[in-house]
């Protein structure tokens, strides 16, 4: 074997030969590339060249360059450029992370919170405390954070005629510019008469409202003096009728007659009961210039003139104290001249019976005491049946209203004939008074409870009338006051 070469010393130290030529290779030392008992890798040969395929994608070198944009346009900055797509959002029914987690990372310096919701550091509930939609996951965002990012001052509570506006922009009432008013000119229904204008009257206003109103310019046509109609000829309107509801324009013309001096219901009535009852007791007491000189101031000697005198004075006691008491009346006055009518027949007739009844010559009935008792028993009977529907009627309409009603029988039985009549309280009024005719048998006694069951006929058939066209499912089996035949 030949030796080795000795070391040039011109060549630059080499840093991984050994320092000594004659030590032995140290095994933990890297390979040396340039030793020649060192085995050399053989390099990677580059594949050969292929030609080109016609149908493969050009490559990105041989791709032609974008051309250059076009010049700015002048009207370039006013041209409307289309929004931005939305950056996509998260599902928010992904796995939500557990409570004891580390929260995540900050996106764009805003802290997250365990849900993954901008501020949102209690793990979900942003939904339920914020007000807004979260733009990263679409889960509600707390109030706090959409105050600081989209500053917005609550709009002032103010008012405007009849709107009010509140915190949250919901309106309470009708808007004050989209209300129309309405225009009412009042007519005279005789005259054609240019009475009274009235501008910008409410649609809410009542007819009662407008008689107030035309009060105002006409003092001497107090609202229950005044009577409004559609038509000269018509019916006249109800106090609570709406105006909008009435078949008028934006203009309405109404026509007024004057229905004369009013008075109230309770004073009438209490005018032509209190009457009676005073006449008949002077009658009774047989006061002077009454039946001569002899006559005054002395008793009877029947007993059923007695027994009159209290049934009479008892019928007038009760009207008045249910007049007080007990009657609910729909409307509050009537024409003053009603009163002398009726003064005049309450009071005519009742010094009619008292004067014969309280005679000297006066004759007790045939058949006697079987007779007067049997007329008292009809008259106390109707006398109770009467008072019974008088509270039934005024249980029926509640107090300050003028509310009608279908009335029916209750636990009551005097007011089970309202299965057979509309107005059993006539009824009852007319067989007291026929009671009371046979009790004294008596002729003026018997025209007075005639003309009365007249009268009462007429009332009660046109109660029952209204009954029917107000009410469609009234009973039809009903009449009007005599069962079955009127």
């Known amino acids: 074997m030949a030796p080795p070469d000795p070391p040039n010393l011109s060549d630059p130290p080499n840093p991984r030969a050994h320092p000594n030529p004659t030590a032995p290779p140290n095994p933990t030392a890297p390979p040396n590339p340039t030793d020649p008992q060192t085995p050399q890798t053989p390099k990677p040969q580059r594949p050969p060249m292929t030609p080109p395929d016609p149908f493969s994608p050009a490559p990105m070198c041989c791709l032609p360059l974008p051309?250059?944009?076009?010049?700015?346009?002048?009207?370039?900055?006013?041209?409307?450029?289309?929004?931005?797509?939305?950056?996509?959002?998260?599902?928010?029914?992904?796995?939500?992370?557990?409570?004891?987690?580390?929260?995540?990372?900050?996106?764009?310096?805003v802290p997250l919170g365990r849900s993954g919701c901008p501020g949102n550091r209690r793990g979900g509930k942003g939904r339920a405390r914020g007000r807004g939609r979260c733009l990263l996951i679409g889960r509600a965002e707390p109030r706090e954070r959409r105050r600081l990012a989209e500053p917005q001052a609550p709009p002032p509570r103010r008012r405007e005629g009849r709107v009010t506006w509140g915190r949250r922009g919901r309106r309470e009432r009708r808007s004050a510019a989209a209300m129309k008013h309405y225009e009412v000119e009042i007519l005279d229904a005789r005259s054609r008469?240019?009475?009274?204008?009235?501008?910008?009257?409410?649609?809410?206003?009542?007819?009662?409202?407008?008689?107030?109103?035309?009060?105002?310019?006409?003092?001497?046509?107090?609202?229950?003096?005044?009577?409004?109609?559609?038509?000269?000829?018509?019916?006249?309107?109800?106090?609570?009728d709406v105006l909008q509801s009435l078949p008028v324009g934006t203009t309405a013309t109404l026509y007024f007659r004057d229905l004369g001096a009013q008075i109230s219901?309770?004073?009438?009535?209490?005018?032509?009961?209190?009457?009676?009852?005073?006449?008949?007791?002077?009658?009774?007491?047989?006061?002077?210039?009454?039946?001569g000189a002899r006559y005054d101031f002395t008793a009877s000697r029947h007993r059923v003139v007695h027994l009159a005198c209290c049934?009479?004075?008892?019928?007038?006691?009760?009207?008045?104290?249910?007049?007080?008491?007990?009657?609910r009346f729909?409307?509050?006055?009537?024409?003053?001249?009603?009163?002398?009518?009726?003064?005049?027949?309450?009071?005519?007739?009742?010094?009619?019976?008292a004067y014969y009844i309280n005679h000297p010559l006066y004759t007790p009935p045939a058949y006697g005491d079987d007779q007067v008792k049997l007329a008292l028993a009809v008259f106390l009977f109707c006398q109770l049946g009467n008072f019974s529907i008088h509270v039934a009627l005024r249980n029926l309409r509640p107090a300050g209203s003028k509310a009608r009603k279908i009335p029916y029988p209750t636990r009551n039985p005097f007011t089970w004939l309202f299965l057979l009549v509309s107005c059993p309280n006539y009824t009852y009024e007319v067989g007291s008074w026929i009671g009371f005719t046979i009790m004294t048998q008596c002729l003026p006694v018997a025209l007075f409870s005639l003309v009365g069951f007249v009268q009462m006929a007429i009332w009660a058939q046109g109660k029952h009338r209204s009954y029917l066209r107000e009410f469609r499912d009234y009973p039809p089996l009903r009449s009007p006051i005599v069962p079955f035949l009127l």
């Open 193 to 240: 008469e240019k009475l009274c204008f009235l501008d910008k009257v409410e649609p809410q206003a009542t007819v009662a409202d407008i008689k107030n109103l035309f009060s105002k310019s006409h003092p001497q046509w107090y609202p229950a003096r005044q009577s409004l109609r559609l038509d000269p000829k018509g019916r006249s309107l109800k106090d609570e």
């Open 330 to 353: 729909s409307h509050g006055t009537m024409p003053l001249r009603n009163i002398f009518k009726n003064c005049t027949y309450y009071w005519g007739f009742a010094a009619w019976m």
């Open 67 to 109: 051309r250059p944009a076009p010049p700015a346009s002048p009207l370039a900055e006013h041209a409307i450029t289309p929004p931005s797509a939305p950056p996509p959002l998260r599902s928010h029914w992904l796995p939500r992370p557990s409570l004891h987690a580390p929260p995540p990372p900050p996106i764009g310096g």
């Open 265 to 291: 219901w309770v004073t009438v009535f209490l005018t032509e009961y209190a009457g009676p009852l005073l006449i008949y007791l002077l009658f009774y007491f047989r006061v002077p210039f009454l039946y």
């Open 311 to 327: 049934c009479h004075s008892f019928h007038y006691v009760k009207r008045l104290l249910e007049t007080l008491f007990v009657h």
